[in-house]
């Protein structure tokens, strides 16, 4: 899954660096989701392109939610061994948002921004015949 969703960042003129901490926010969120959600049906990871400008991601399931009121972005205490993943989405993705309540399931949102500098040099790529995915 993880070098799928790294392909397609990659693919939609997003850096190396910004698919890779993106695809780690959207890892954490999926993670969080199997381990706490106790969902019936699978999680889904939608990925897609805002306006060709942003990378939206929502992870979706239907278990058992909490208040999203109560989320932390605070990092847990040093050597603990849990407690990473929410402050990780949030300084990963350029906005991230949770919509979830008890017993209701959650979604949570996240979107990373494609700097104009590395969507003008694709661009610039893409008019001289280049692929975006070359080596």
């Given amino acids: 899954m993880r070098e799928r969703l790294l392909q397609y960042c990659l693919?939609?003129?997003a850096s190396a660096a910004d698919s890779e901490e993106f695809v780690t926010a959207i890892s954490e969120a999926f993670?969080?989701?199997?381990?706490h959600a106790g969902a019936l049906d699978p999680v889904v990871?939608?990925?897609?392109?805002?306006?060709?400008?942003?990378?939206?991601?929502?992870?979706t399931d239907d278990g058992r939610g909490f208040d999203a009121r109560e989320v932390s972005s605070a990092?847990?205490?040093?050597?603990?061994?849990?407690?990473?993943?929410?402050?990780?989405m949030r300084e990963?993705?350029?906005?991230?948002?949770?919509?979830?309540?008890?017993?209701?399931?959650?979604?949570?949102t996240l979107v990373r921004y494609i700097p104009k500098a590395h969507l003008e040099a694709a661009r610039s790529?893409?008019?001289?015949?280049w692929s975006s995915l070359h080596a």
């Fill in 11 to 13: 693919a939609n003129k």
């Fill in 31 to 35: 993670a969080n989701a199997v381990e």
């Fill in 75 to 88: 990092l847990p205490p040093a050597g603990a061994e849990r407690g990473r993943g929410i402050p990780l």
């Fill in 45 to 59: 990871i939608d990925l897609r392109v805002d306006e060709g400008e942003k990378l939206v991601a929502t992870i």
């Fill in 92 to 108: 990963y993705s350029d906005v991230f948002m949770v919509d979830s309540a008890p017993g209701q399931g959650t979604v949570v």
């Fill in 125 to 129: 790529e893409s008019a001289r015949g």
